[in-house]
């Protein structure tokens, strides 16, 4: 682990607050010898889903022979999560390293980098002396003004658009949709799996600002679940092999079928899966490591890792970890849970000021109990969330302590019974850092 004293400084940047702008940024990559222009990557931003996305775009590329690098926030269980080579996490010997060189180096500059700007400072410049082939990268928050925004991508994704971050993005999908449409480059292909015809307007028009064009996920790759259960999804795929760009006539060229295991649960993964798959075939045969096409999407796809997101912990009682924590997460938590024989105990929280309205009517009446506690990271005051959940349901406990929460909720669940620990991924990692002690 990093010694106390850098987590430390990295997390008091967070006294800065969000201060969206690229200015820093720019004076940051330029102080660096300007690291972000010195890899390839692939640049994701959504609502939902980017991180899962991201985390099979880079398993694909990994697999096909690629070396690559991953950067996605938050971490789970250790800050070295966030930035990633070859599937593995940055060392703590070259996290500590770096921070102090790029700490020097802004103290000297009187620069004051956000939390985010200094990390995201810190995977650039790790990745550009890293030699990697293609680095995938998530954006933090919106895009147009992301400190990820410095970079200039081989592609740029967009999977979807929905209702987060308001007091940041915008009121209305379409004020968020303009936000994260900052991510389209000049020149750069963008690919989406948002099916609203008023969003995909402005990503058309923003496209055509751009001299580039937005291929929809449906055009290129469809799916077929053929069964599911608990330990994943068996898919029948059928995808077009890639052209020379990413323009798509759907009846032009002939599809190519595989079928894959894909072991991330729920329906919504299918279409990041579809949206990653869409992402990848124009560019695996650009690369030329040898690996076939179908065979990197398969194996890339059944090794694919994404922790805290309808995670099974344990089978009795059936006990899952999802970080649902805004309006998407919460409908497709929903779906999910319809597919379950049953639905017992919900461990709760949220983050300060977060909007729970649909998890309060779509989530929390599916369950006989709720406990409701508090992450260690800005939560929400488990009493105040307690008195508005209590709304629509009856049988509300308070334990602020996570890991006496999830006690409780064992104590409490019938044997055979189901217990869903969800809302912040704060929280989420707060339950799986206990539940890996128990």
């Known amino acids: 682990m990093p010694t106390e004293s850098e987590l430390e400084y990295l997390y008091g940047l967070e006294r800065f607050g969000i201060k969206p702008g690229l200015a820093v940024m720019q004076q940051i990559m330029e102080l660096l010898g300007h690291p972000e222009q010195q890899f390839k990557s692939i640049h994701v931003t959504g609502t939902n889903g980017k991180g899962s996305t991201c985390a099979m775009i880079e398993s694909i590329l990994r697999t096909s022979g690629y070396k690559t690098a991953l950067y996605t926030s938050p971490h789970l269980y250790a800050f070295n999560e966030r930035i990633r080579e070859g599937g593995e996490s940055i060392s703590d010997e070259d996290l500590i ?19 985010f700007e200094f990390t995201t400072a810190l995977a650039f410049l790790h990745f550009a002396r890293s030699n990697i082939d293609i680095a995938v990268i998530e954006v933090g928050m919106g895009g147009r003004f992301d400190a990820t925004n410095v970079i200039t991508p081989l592609l740029s994704v967009i999977t979807n658009v929905g209702l987060d971050h308001m007091e940041y993005l915008g009121e209305t999908a379409q004020e968020i949709a303009y936000e994260k449409a900052g991510i389209i480059k000049e020149g750069v292909p963008v690919v989406t799996a948002e099916q609203d015809a008023s969003i995909l307007a402005i990503f058309d028009a923003e496209a055509v600002k751009k001299h580039t064009s937005v291929v929809r996920v449906g055009d290129v790759v469809q799916a077929n679940i053929v069964s ?65 096409l179908r065979d990197a999407i398969a194996v890339g796809i059944v090794n694919t890792v994404w922790e805290g997101r309808l995670q099974i912990i344990s089978e009795n009682p059936l006990m899952i970890v999802d970080g649902a924590h805004n309006q998407g997460g919460a409908l497709a938590l929903a779906e999910f849970l319809a597919t379950l024989p049953r ?8 983050k300060k000021g977060k909007n729970i309205s649909d998890m309060m009517h779509a989530v929390i009446p599916l369950f006989s109990h709720v406990v409701i506690t508090e992450g260690s990271y800005m939560p929400e005051d488990a009493e105040i969330l307690a008195k508005k959940i209590s709304e629509v349901h009856s049988n ?10 999830i006690y409780q909720a064992k104590r409490i669940t019938p044997q055979g019974g189901t217990i869903v620990i969800t809302g912040s991924l704060y929280m989420v990692a707060d339950a799986l850092a206990c539940l890996k002690k128990i």
Do not use: W
């Not at 390293?97 to 956000?114: F, G, N, S, Y």
């Open 97 to 115: 390293q770096l921070v102090a060189e790029i700490r020097l180096k802004m103290q000297d500059a009187d620069i004051q980098p956000t939390f």
């Open 228 to 292: 599911s259960n608990l330990e994943g999804q068996e898919v029948e795929l059928s995808f077009r092999p890639p052209s020379r760009n990413l323009r798509v006539d759907p009846g032009s060229r002939p599809g190519m079928t595989i079928a894959v295991h894909l072991p991330l649960l729920g329906s919504h993964q299918i279409e990041n899966m579809k949206t990653a798959i869409a992402a990848v075939i124009p560019l695996i045969p650009t690369f030329s490591k040898g690996m076939a």
């Open 343 to 350: 639905t017992d105990t919900i461990v709760f929280a949220v």
């Open 396 to 405: 509300v406990a308070v334990e602020k302590d996570v890991s006496r929460a």
